[in-house]
């Protein structure tokens, strides 16, 4: 690339350019990932703490410049190429971006699964892969056979007062319990709060639960 920046970037042809954009964009991969496994040497030998760093990923964003999240998930993907040999060896030759063989670390569950992926990752976008990958993420936690119980513990319904006179009222619960609460609320809506010119369906919701709240208070008292 040294050549053409000598002699200016804008004199170079567009075909030129695009030919040593995607050859940097490779030699980038194959230094990303030589780097990402020395990260994961370097954090096998816990030498953060030498440094009285908390973690890895606080010593790269300290001596690296990297955000703290970005360091978290360079830390990640270096363990994972450990793993992966056939992953690591693509995104070594430039093959795969890192992006690319970051999204592969969340993908490959089984070792058999390898090498169809990465056959995948070199055609496919690394948004598509990304999408895949994010999907596989999401189905692995729905068929947790332990997630419901989890997902019972952590229901909550919190208030926050604002200084402008309104408030907001979360709720966090199952998919099924929120799907059931906004079924009842939809039908409060369509039976007993008429429609009025300039009121949206979530005003007329709020008006529902208020009727409902009223009407308990009322029997209570």
């Known amino acids: 690339m040294a050549p053409v920046m000598d002699a200016g970037v804008e004199a170079v042809p567009t075909e030129r350019l695009e030919a040593e954009v995607a050859t940097l964009a490779a030699r980038l991969a194959a230094a990303t990932c030589e780097w990402l496994q020395m990260i994961a040497e370097l954090d096998r030998r816990r030498a953060f703490e030498a440094w009285e760093c908390i973690s890895m990923a606080h010593w790269l964003s300290w001596k690296c410049g990297l955000s703290l999240g970005a360091a978290h998930e360079h830390v990640r993907v270096g363990r994972a190429l450990a793993e992966l ?11 795969l ?11 490959v569950a089984l070792p058999e699964m390898e090498a169809d992926l990465v056959e995948l990752a070199r055609t496919a976008t690394a948004a598509q892969l990304d999408r895949i990958a994010a999907g596989y993420v999401r189905a692995g936690r729905l068929a947790d056979p332990e997630a419901a119980a989890r997902n019972a513990e ?13 408030s907001t009222l979360a709720v966090r619960a199952p998919n099924d319990v929120i799907a059931t609460i906004m079924a009842a609320v939809n039908q409060l809506v369509d039976t007993e709060i008429p429609k009025e010119p300039g009121v949206d369906l ?6 529902a639960l208020t009727n409902t709240g009223a009407l308990h208070l009322h029997h209570i008292v």
């Open 202 to 207: 979530p005003a007329r919701r709020v008006d």
């Open 85 to 95: 040999p056939q992953v690591r060896a693509a995104f070594a030759a430039g093959q």
């Open 97 to 107: 971006s890192y992006s690319k063989a970051r999204a592969l670390t969340r993908l």
């Open 154 to 166: 952590v229901r909550t319904l919190r208030c926050w007062t604002g200084d402008d006179g309104t």
